[in-house]
Every structure is written in structure tokens, then in C-alpha cells.
């Protein structure tokens, strides 16, 4: 009996590692995409304008692929800041979780180019930011599994309220759990962002549950107790 709770102890302590490095790692990553690349796309799509203005005043016919090049760097640039927001940190002091929860879906939408709702009028004052991160990542993790395996043409996600809990649902119309990586039985992922979001909800005391979505595709719900956010 001792043995299994050393055992139990020690996987957790690894996933706690595991999860800290992934979110320094995700949050290096955002910073470096903000930073370092976006500034050399703004630099390429600068250069391509003046270069497209040279050829245009000598009646070149380049010109036109000239601005082309900018175009395309300005749509690279709108594409590399919105990765960039939803690896970046969460700033509860600056828009609140909820707004950046619907700023995530919307942002998502744009990238995948799949279709995505977010519904909820439920207002979280978190002052908990660790708890609050990981309540964001669940519904990061769940929306993006299900824009990227599903084959989902809609992808909902609603914030609900229920007694002291706060309750998040993404429901997709996709292709459901028997082609998923999850066991149908316990809800268990074989895959490692299920598995993530499972240590995720046990950190947070809270209720993750897979589920079919009676209209065709997969529920992913997560009941968190309010407290839990510092609310």
C-alpha cells in the first residue's frame, strides 16, 4: 500500500513537471513569435512596399509581385501574433479570463478556418492566475483537438454557471469518440494533451468528463468550483 502511494506521488510530481515545462516552453515560444519574428515579417513587408513603389515609378511590371510579397507578409505577421496570443500567458489584470476565453475561440476560428462560437454571458472574476491558466488550457486543449481531429464543421464553446461551479463545454459535430483518442469506458486519453488536460482538472478539483454529442461529434465538459478560481 505504501508502495502504490510512493508510486502515485512521484507520477504526479513528474506531470507537474512535465505540465511546468510545457507552459514556460508554450510561453518562450509566444514571446519569440511576438518578438523576434513578427519583427522580421513587418521588416520583409516594409521592404516589399518601397521596393513595389521603385518598380512602379519605372512602369515595371514586377511591381505588382513586388506588392504580392508585402501582402503576403502582412497576412504572415496577423497570423504568427494570433499563435503568438494564444501561447502567451494569461493577464487577468488587463481583459479578464472570459473575454481572453472568447478571444482564444475567435482566434482559433481564423487559424483553422473552421467555424467556432462562444457562448456566455457568465462573468469570472479570477484572481487566482494559476488556476485560471489552467481552466483557459483545458478549453485551448479541447477546442483544438477538436478543430484538428474531429473533421468538425462547427465547433461550440459555452460558459455556463451551475450552483458554485463554473461549467465549460466544447461540442463539436465531428467525426465523435470512437475515432477519437479516448476510451469510451473511462474517459481516459491515450493521447498526451488528454492526458494533460486530465491533470489539469484533478489540480483543479474538477469534473472532466468526454462525452457524445447527441446531435453527431464529441462534448468535452469541465465543472470547476468556483473557489478554485479565487472567486
Known amino acids: 500500500c505504501a508502495k502504490i502511494i510512493r508510486d502515485i506521488t512521484e507520477r504526479r510530481r513528474l506531470e507537474r513537471e512535465i505540465l511546468e515545462i510545457s507552459d514556460r516552453e508554450k510561453q518562450r515560444l509566444g514571446q519569440d513569435l511576438h518578438d523576434d519574428l513578427c519583427q522580421h515579417l513587418v521588416g520583409i513587408s516594409m521592404i516589399s512596399n518601397i521596393l513595389a513603389e521603385q ?50 475561440v475567435s482566434v482559433t476560428e481564423r487559424l483553422f478556418r473552421v467555424p467556432c462560437c462562444f457562448e456566455g454571458d457568465v462573468t469570472i472574476e479570477a484572481r487566482n492566475l494559476t488556476a485560471a491558466t489552467h481552466f483557459y488550457r483545458i478549453m485551448q486543449e479541447a477546442l483544438h483537438n477538436a478543430v484538428k481531429h474531429s473533421q468538425a464543421t462547427k465547433v461550440c464553446v459555452r460558459l455556463t454557471t451551475e450552483g458554485n461551479h463554473f461549467v465549460l463545454t466544447v461540442a463539436d459535430n465531428g467525426v465523435g469518440m470512437g475515432n477519437a483518442e479516448t476510451d469510451n469506458e473511462t474517459g481516459e486519453g491515450s493521447g498526451l494533451g488528454m492526458h494533460t488536460m486530465q491533470y489539469r482538472a484533478r489540480v483543479l478539483g474538477a469534473t472532466l468528463e468526454f462525452g457524445e454529442n447527441p446531435g453527431g461529434g464529441t462534448v468535452v465538459s469541465c465543472s470547476v468550483p468556483r473557489r478554485k478560481l479565487g472567486c
Open 55 to 104: 518598380l512602379a515609378k519605372q512602369a515595371l511590371p514586377q511591381a505588382s509581385e513586388a506588392r504580392n510579397i508585402a501582402e503576403l507578409a502582412r497576412h504572415a505577421v496577423d497570423h504568427a501574433r494570433s499563435l503568438a496570443r494564444g501561447l502567451s500567458p494569461l493577464r487577468l489584470d488587463e481583459d479578464g479570463l472570459v473575454p481572453q476565453m472568447a478571444l482564444l
